[in-house]
């Protein structure tokens, strides 16, 4: 359906800072909520944070809130996640992933288009 391309990943150490960045394909981003996972080593992937296609509802998971903040740019096609106070515990795998007409995102929402992740590496 859209075609995505996370950026932005790195080595980090803790407390510091990242953004992670996901360009979309298509003339129809707008239409689209945004939602950012990730996935740690020997772990399941977990819902991070997530945009409705308005820009107008915003979620996270407890353990982010007040640390990352989601945003979207519907002229450059893209969704950001701002990562401030970086702890190990958020190492993993970042991907971006997007469902057509979306506008509450929570952790158990389906999503029908997944990028193929940046890495984020925080040490302490």
């Known amino acids: 359906q859209v075609q995505l391309v996370e950026s932005g990943g790195g080595l980090v150490q803790a407390g510091g800072s990242l953004r992670l960045s996901c360009v979309a394909s298509?003339?129809?981003?707008?239409?689209?909520?945004m939602g950012w996972f990730r996935q740690a080593p020997g772990k399941a992937r977990e819902f991070v944070a997530g945009i409705g296609f308005s820009g107008l509802k915003t979620s996270y998971r407890d353990s982010v809130k007040g640390r990352f903040t989601i945003s979207r740019d519907n002229a450059k096609n893209t969704v950001s996640l701002q990562m401030n106070s970086l702890k190990p515990e958020d190492t993993a795998v970042y991907y971006c992933a997007a469902e057509r007409w979306l506008d509450f995102v929570k952790a158990d929402t389906d999503f029908a288009s997944w990028g193929q992740g940046t890495r984020v590496t925080v040490s302490s």
């Open positions: 298509g003339r129809t981003f707008s239409t689209y909520g």
